[in-house]
């Protein structure tokens, strides 16, 4: 297939293009580097350096190049800058992606994989999350991410886009052979925050909230890890059907607490990483874990990393020989 892979420069995204590669499609990707890196794309893929604000150049790309589908990881994914600057977040996330399915419905390009979040269930009642459970998010980032699946749903029913909403939890790891990992700044998911310690680039890791109600008082996450995320699209793409919209939570259905990464990383790296208990953060969820039942079942997907701290060595490969990553790699 020819696929378009917005955001293909990123973290995920480039993870993907490669697998896509990997299987033979013909991947263009378009990035504006705002947090990508063009050493990490695939250079079996096309690169274009544009902005999806720019929908000149994006109906040229997507007019000229008779897609058969598309993959859209661009977005920006920060949490606490959400709050702060709501409406960056409602223009990047919401209004560029209005602009990328109006001229998916105009050139009928009816496949669509779509990089979503487990931020869009917020406080969940129970663990672990399955996809029929209420999507109620609690931060500006996680509404976009959910009025973006809305306008995909609604699409899918008024002119047959094929659509999939992958829910990712936790995405960590890299390359096992250490070539291509996580690089993104300022750095916020906990890894490469740890592992960042352990490279002495920072004093300590912060563990927000040490009295939750869970087995060792600190928040339970879900980690997947990126291959099995790159496995996830590759399945989604190659089985879409127009008309279709398919929600699939993308996790290993494992919690694993920050005090457990820490201590995993630990024993990884062999440095002692100080960790300091701080208080929590406000709409920190004590516990998310993923039901992945769905996607196991539909697609025959199976994560193949489970193990915490196998996931820990392949993000260890990456940054102990990348410390200040592509950048100067
Ligand atoms: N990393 C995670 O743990 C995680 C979890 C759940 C969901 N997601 C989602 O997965 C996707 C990818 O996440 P990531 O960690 O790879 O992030 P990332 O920041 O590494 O990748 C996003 C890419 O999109 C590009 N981009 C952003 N706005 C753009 C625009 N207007 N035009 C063109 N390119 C633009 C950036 O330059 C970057 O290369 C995001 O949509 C994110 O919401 C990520």
């Keep these: 297939m020819k696929l378009l892979v ?18 033979g499609h013909e991947v263009v990707v378009l990035d504006n580097l705002s947090a990508g890196h063009k050493e990490a794309v695939d250079p079996r893929a096309a690169f274009v350096m544009a902005d999806l604000a720019d929908a000149r150049a994006l109906e040229t790309l997507i007019r000229d190049a008779g897609f058969d589908g598309a993959l859209h990881f661009a977005a920006y994914l920060n949490v606490g800058e959400s709050v702060a600057e709501p409406l960056k977040y409602y223009r990047n996330n919401v209004a ?7 001229l998916m419905q105009k050139y009928q390009i009816l496949r669509l994989v779509f990089s979503s979040t487990c931020a869009c269930y917020g406080i969940p009642a129970a663990v672990p999350i399955t ?5 109620a998010p609690i931060n500006p980032y996680g509404n976009t991410k959910l009025a973006m699946e809305w306008a995909m749903r609604d699409s899918a029913r008024a002119w047959k886009l094929g659509v999939t909403c992958l829910r990712y939890f936790n995405a960590c790891g890299a390359a096992a052979d250490g070539s291509h990992g996580e690089d993104h700044d300022p750095e916020i998911h906990l890894i490469p925050v740890v592992l960042q310690v352990a490279l002495e680039q920072r004093e300590n890791v912060q563990i927000f909230g040490v ?8 928040c339970i996450r879900d980690y997947i890890h990126v291959d099995d995320l790159v496995d996830a699209h590759v399945r989604a793409i190659e089985t879409q059907e127009p008309g279709e919209f398919r929600a699939y939570n993308v996790g290993t259905g494992v919690g694993t607490s920050v005090k457990q990464v820490v201590e995993a990383a630990r024993e990884v790296t062999g ?13 920190d969820p004590p516990e998310l874990y993923a039901d992945p039942g769905k996607l196991m079942a539909e697609l025959e997907w199976q994560p193949r ?18 410390p200040h990553g592509y950048r100067h790699a």
Aim: include cysteine.
């Design 6 to 23: 917005t955001g293909g420069a990123g973290y995920v995204g480039s993870f993907c293009v490669r697998g896509l590669c990997d299987r």
């Design 96 to 102: 560029h992606t209005v602009t990328l399915l109006e």
């Design 131 to 135: 996809e029929s459970m209420p999507q």
């Design 211 to 218: 009295d939750y109600p869970t087995r060792d008082g600190s």
């Design 271 to 283: 440095h002692p990483i100080p960790a300091k208990p701080t208080a929590r953060r406000p709409g």
């Design 305 to 322: 990393h489970t193990d915490i701290r196998e996931i820990i060595e392949t993000a260890w490969a990456w940054h102990r020989s990348h």
